[in-house]
């Protein structure tokens, strides 16, 4: 069983062992000599006097370290680090370099470091003396890529890049609450088993106004996906948006069609911020929406259909829900040809008559009036098609509203963010699942008549949260930064 114990000054020649096979046989490092054992061992005193620095032995013989460095020198850096990982070459997929990166990321955070950052060789083209497995080893581990130097480093007689990977580990002053929509005697659905409305606040601390993004999951208005949530949240609060996640009225069991209860919700989430814009830190002007597939389909529905959700409230009543902005994510548009059928059986019912399809079928709605919008799809989505997204694009075409419509050539459907975070499920918590497990909890406790293949249905598929193991989308993982720039330039 391998320990992991804090650096000995002793250990700088084994330490030198292994990286000197780097330094001679790899552009992992770009340093071109091998220091002498005395040279090391200042290294090792130096960063140690300030930085946690590790070793992670495994009966008796040290097999990696890893240590944290400066990232910049000024004070003004003093919370954030370099990170630096060495294993021996004869070491793979024992999990050594996980132990030693999670351990010394333990100890920085317990003295308040908040980034961390890992330089890394990249290669144009993998050779023989550089690949990117230290890019995938860290984005296993939570870093994004952050930045790239083009042909920076000059190698073995060739050139390579150099990218930087980042972790924050720190709140950042980030404030989080949970805000109830509804008082008790203001909401009614049915079968909400005790479920209220509610948004998560992700806000920066710090005295300023932001641009807010209303964050809206989908879930073919049967559940509020976590997919969608927590994780876009926190992309655009890291983008400078103050940030809100919606968990809308859902129906799972199909029995109590939802009609305008979901539009009932956003809106009166959209009101409640702009009422408390200051209380948020927001623009009241640049409250833009962010939703994906059912739940675009309702930040679309509040984008078209704004002026006909009145409030019982007086007094916000008074305070716009019309977004000032629109981002669709392979959106639920038509219930035409196209259309995906469960989620327009969910909310209207599936013996609507044709006022009530006509009326959220959203390519007939739009009007001079619909915000500014950011569509995007993939074409090979398999379960809402993209010609749900070209519809929207056509009638916002003929009515005159700046938008901006990205096709990506291939992804399946729901894809959220497609990046590292997305792909190994660090949604954050699962919170949007609250009506979800109530609604599980009842159907247990008989407190609702289902089918016996419904009760199986819910008890297999919904009784806990369950994600399935996906890969990365290299080619969407730019749309919060398309979307990003397009709001700047309408908002």
């Known amino acids: 069983m391998f320990q992991i114990r804090d650096v000995r000054l002793e250990d700088a020649t084994r330490l030198l062992e292994i990286y000197s096979y780097y330094v001679t046989e790899t552009a992992i490092t770009f340093e071109y000599d ?3 054992v005395e040279e090391f061992t ?31 020198a000024r004070a003004a850096y003093d919370k954030s680090c370099e990170l630096t990982i060495y294993l021996d070459k004869d070491c793979k997929k024992k999990g050594y370099g996980r132990a030693l990166y999670e351990a010394l990321e333990k100890r920085l955070s317990e003295k308040g470091i908040a980034n961390l950052y890992a330089c890394i060789g990249y290669p144009v083209v993998e050779d023989e003396y550089l690949n990117r497995n230290s890019e995938q080893f860290h984005a296993h581990l939570g870093f994004s890529k952050i930045g790239t130097f083009y042909k920076c480093g000059y190698k073995f007689g060739r050139w390579y890049n150099m990218i930087w990977m980042e972790k924050l580990i720190g709140n950042h002053g980030l404030k989080s609450e949970r805000i109830d929509l509804w008082e008790d005697d203001e909401y009614s659905y049915p079968l909400a088993f005790g479920f209220k409305p509610n948004m998560v606040t992700y806000l920066h601390n710090d005295g300023q106004k932001h641009p807010c993004m209303v964050v809206i999951p989908g879930g073919g208005y049967c559940v509020v996906s976590p997919t969608e949530g927590e994780i876009v949240a926190k992309k655009f609060y890291k983008m400078g948006y103050n940030a809100f996640v919606v968990t809308y009225t859902t129906n799972i069991l199909f029995k109590e069609p939802l009609m305008d209860q979901p539009m009932k919700d956003v809106s009166r989430a959209i009101r409640l911020i702009r009422k408390d814009a200051d209380k948020y830190g927001i623009y009241t ?13 309702l930040s679309g529905s509040v984008s078209v259909h704004f002026d006909d959700v009145k409030d019982d409230n007086d007094e916000l009543n008074t305070v716009s829900n019309r977004p000032d902005a629109a981002i669709l994510c392979y959106p639920v548009i038509t219930s035409g040809e196209f259309a995906h059928r469960d989620s327009f059986n969910a909310l209207i019912g599936e013996e609507a008559g044709a006022d009530k399809l006509e009326y959220f079928s959203l390519e007939k709605q739009v009007t001079k009036n619909t915000p500014p919008t950011f569509l995007w799809h993939t074409a090979t989505d398999d379960l809402v098609p993209v010609q749900n997204s070209l519809l929207y694009d056509e009638a916002l075409t003929k009515a005159g509203v700046r938008h901006a419509l990205h096709v990506f050539s291939f992804g399946h459907h729901g894809l959220g963010l497609g990046d590292e975070d997305w792909a190994n499920h660090r949604f954050g918590e699962p919170y949007t699942y609250e009506q979800t497990f109530k609604t599980v909890e009842a159907v247990k406790n008989n407190e609702v008549e289902v089918s016996d293949e419904k009760r199986e249905e819910l008890l297999r598929d919904f009784a806990e949260v369950k994600y399935w193991p996906d890969v990365t989308y290299p080619e969407i993982v730019m749309w919060p930064e398309l979307a990003d720039a ?6």
């Open 34 to 36: 091998v220091p002498s």
């Open 42 to 72: 200042d290294r090792i005193k130096n960063i140690s006097a300030k930085y946690p620095y590790i070793v992670l032995e495994d009966e008796g013989v040290i097999y990696g370290y890893s240590y944290a460095g400066t990232f910049k």
């Open 285 to 297: 002007d640049k409250v833009a929406i962010c939703g994906f597939s059912a739940g675009a389909h």
């Open 486 to 491: 397009f709001l700047r330039t309408v908002l």
